[in-house]
């Protein structure tokens, strides 16, 4: 296997292990809010729903964390392995956050233990509740955390090159960098607006398979809500993170976009084909991406013609960048109308068609999800760590990457189906009604 064989396979695999592990490591980090809301509002109201809500995402919750500490230790393996040259020169400076990260997973893992073990042992749920806000802590720092790291490889600092030595290391100035405010803010927000809609999608699933309990319509409702809080805030740090860009990688915004031109006055392109270098087909939107760069209708926006052809990231990501978009902006649309049907009592929101296009947005989310990610990872072509360092410097030359591939696709897909499997067996063999049902007798035999 030639180097250019080892840096493609290397490649792969690391997109792979990313695409999967970012599935898990989203819902990783959203779930432990949901259910800190829910549990929260069932002690305020009283509801032994909402309580209930909490109790049985926390049961799912432990499956999904366990299939992301695989991908993750997996990751971590793979950038040693696959990227020596990358971790040789990065490590030294950036370890700081990826041991902090392994120190907020122990810490929410810990606290988690306690909240499953501890369930109608506290006489005052509130002091249960406590439990829940390390773990929804845990699982936030873990991801700004490993967020910082990739933030870092996209605006490196914090440390000279001097004769191939590094020399003047600091890590907090390495952590602290342009692209973290940004980058970390839009992960762990759209990781929390992901986990809503995937929650909110199974309940309509559960209300349009015939369970018309009470139950699913308050998951529904609890979790659209907070969706659309979310969206909305996922949208507005979008904004911030376009003109980061603007500011700091401008060669990433044009490429998203397909501005190939240096101009003032500059249009958003949405959708639309290339076709040997000419746009067709597009949405043009005037000033649209002066404004997106720099808040400012008339101001210039840097175009792929000021940088060398070998620095211009693959065009492709404008579709990535169009994908990820349009799907944040249905799911805001779709939330909003829900919570809007909701208070002003319209019947569309409980028809099965509307029900099954929040069904769809579970999916829909995580498919956001992999495109916003594919797009922060091939936007950032062809360095690995920018204008230092480019991937194919980074790659290892083993020639057994290609059986590496094939063995961590076995790996995944049992992974992946095994963790349905038991989700779905897991919430099929204990039905709500079923569960509440026991909870009643158990509380009627212990009043008795």
């Given at each position: 296997m030639?180097?250019e064989?080892?840096?493609?396979y290397?490649?792969?695999?690391?997109?792979l292990?990313l695409?999967?592990h970012?599935i898990?490591?989203?819902?990783g980090?959203?779930?432990?809010?949901?259910?800190?809301?829910?549990?929260w509002v069932?002690?305020?109201?009283?509801?032994?729903?909402?309580i209930l809500l909490?109790?049985?995402?926390?049961?799912?919750?432990?499956i999904?964390?366990?299939?992301?500490?695989v991908?993750?230790?997996?990751?971590?393996?793979?950038?040693?392995l696959?990227?020596?040259n990358?971790?040789?020169?990065?490590?030294n400076?950036?370890?700081?956050p990826?041991?902090?990260?392994?120190?907020?997973?122990?810490?929410?893992?810990?606290?988690?233990?306690i909240?499953l073990?501890?369930?109608?042992?506290?006489e005052?749920q509130?002091?249960?509740l406590?439990?829940?806000?390390?773990?929804?802590?845990?699982?936030?720092?873990?991801a700004?955390?490993?967020?910082i790291?990739n933030a870092?490889?996209?605006?490196p600092?914090?440390?000279?090159?001097?004769?191939?030595?590094l020399?003047?290391?600091n890590?907090?100035?390495?952590m602290?960098n342009?692209a973290?405010?940004?980058?970390?803010?839009?992960?762990?927000?759209t990781?929390?607006?992901?986990a809503?809609?995937?929650?909110?999608?199974?309940?309509a699933?559960?209300?349009?398979?015939?369970?018309?309990h009470?139950?699913?319509?308050?998951a529904?409702?609890?979790?659209?809500?907070?969706g659309l809080v979310?969206?909305?805030?996922?949208?507005?740090?979008?904004?911030?993170s376009?003109?980061?860009?603007?500011?700091y990688?401008?060669?990433?915004?044009?490429?998203?976009?397909?501005?190939?031109?240096?101009?003032?006055?500059?249009?958003?392109?949405?959708?639309g084909?290339?076709?040997n270098?000419?746009?067709?087909?597009?949405?043009?939107?005037?000033f649209?991406?002066?404004?997106l760069a720099?808040?400012?209708?008339?101001?210039?926006?840097?175009?792929l013609?000021?940088f060398p052809?070998?620095?211009?990231?693959?065009?492709?990501?404008?579709?990535?960048?169009?994908l990820?978009?349009?799907?944040?902006?249905?799911m805001?649309?779709?939330?909003l109308?829900?919570?809007?049907?909701?208070?002003?009592?319209?019947?569309?929101?409980?028809?099965k068609?509307?029900?099954?296009?929040?069904?769809?947005?579970?999916?829909?989310?995580?498919?956001?999800?992999e495109a916003?990610?594919?797009?922060?990872?091939v936007g950032?072509q062809?360095w690995?760590?920018?204008?230092l360092?480019?991937?194919e410097?980074?790659?290892?030359?083993?020639?057994?990457v290609?059986?590496?591939l094939?063995?961590?696709?076995g790996?995944?897909?049992?992974?992946?189906?095994g963790?349905?499997?038991?989700?779905t067996?897991?919430?099929?063999?204990?039905?709500?009604?079923q569960?509440l049902e026991?909870?009643?007798?158990?509380?009627?035999?212990?009043?008795?």
């Amino acid at each position: 296997m030639g180097n250019e064989e080892a840096v493609f396979y290397s490649r792969v695999l690391t997109e792979l292990t990313l695409s999967f592990h970012i599935i898990y490591a989203t819902i990783g980090v959203g779930v432990p809010l949901m259910i800190m809301i829910a549990q929260w509002v069932g002690i305020k109201k009283n509801d032994e729903h909402y309580i209930l809500l909490a109790r049985r995402w926390a049961r799912g919750f432990v499956i999904t964390v366990a299939v992301g500490v695989v991908t993750g230790t997996a990751i971590g393996m793979q950038l040693s392995l696959l990227w020596p040259n990358f971790m040789e020169l990065a490590g030294n400076v950036i370890a700081l956050p990826l041991f902090l990260e392994t120190f907020a997973f122990f810490f929410e893992a810990i606290f988690l233990g306690i909240y499953l073990y501890t369930w109608d042992r506290f006489e005052n749920q509130k002091k249960h509740l406590l439990l829940l806000i390390p773990v929804a802590i845990g699982a936030s720092a873990s991801a700004v955390f490993i967020t910082i790291v990739n933030a870092f490889m996209n605006a490196p600092q914090g440390f000279d090159v001097l004769n191939g030595e590094l020399v003047n290391i600091n890590p907090l100035l390495a952590m602290f960098n342009p692209a973290m405010p940004t980058k970390v803010a839009h992960v762990v927000v759209t990781a929390y607006m992901t986990a809503a809609f995937v929650l909110a999608a199974i309940a309509a699933f559960r209300l349009l398979k015939g369970s018309n309990h009470i139950y699913h319509k308050k998951a529904l409702f609890l979790t659209m809500k907070v969706g659309l809080v979310f969206s909305i805030a996922a949208a507005i740090i979008g904004d911030f993170s376009g003109k980061y860009l603007a500011e700091y990688q401008p060669e990433k915004l044009a490429a998203a976009e397909w501005h190939f031109e240096t101009e003032e006055n500059a249009p958003l392109i949405l959708y639309g084909v290339l076709d040997n270098g000419e746009v067709k087909y597009a949405i043009k939107i005037p000033f649209a991406l002066s404004i997106l760069a720099h808040f400012n209708p008339t101001a210039e926006v840097i175009g792929l013609d000021q940088f060398p052809e070998d620095e211009i990231p693959p065009l492709y990501i404008h579709y990535l960048f169009d994908l990820m978009v349009t799907i944040g902006v249905w799911m805001t649309l779709l939330s909003l109308v829900y919570w809007l049907g909701i208070q002003m009592r319209w019947k569309m929101v409980h028809s099965k068609l509307f029900r099954w296009l929040i069904v769809l947005g579970g999916p829909l989310s995580i498919l956001a999800i992999e495109a916003g990610w594919w797009l922060a990872e091939v936007g950032r072509q062809p360095w690995i760590l920018r204008g230092l360092m480019r991937v194919e410097d980074a790659a290892t030359t083993s020639g057994h990457v290609d059986t590496m591939l094939i063995l961590f696709s076995g790996l995944y897909l049992v992974l992946g189906v095994g963790s349905v499997v038991v989700l779905t067996r897991m919430f099929r063999r204990n039905p709500v009604e079923q569960e509440l049902e026991d909870r009643h007798a158990t509380k009627g035999a212990d009043i008795s």
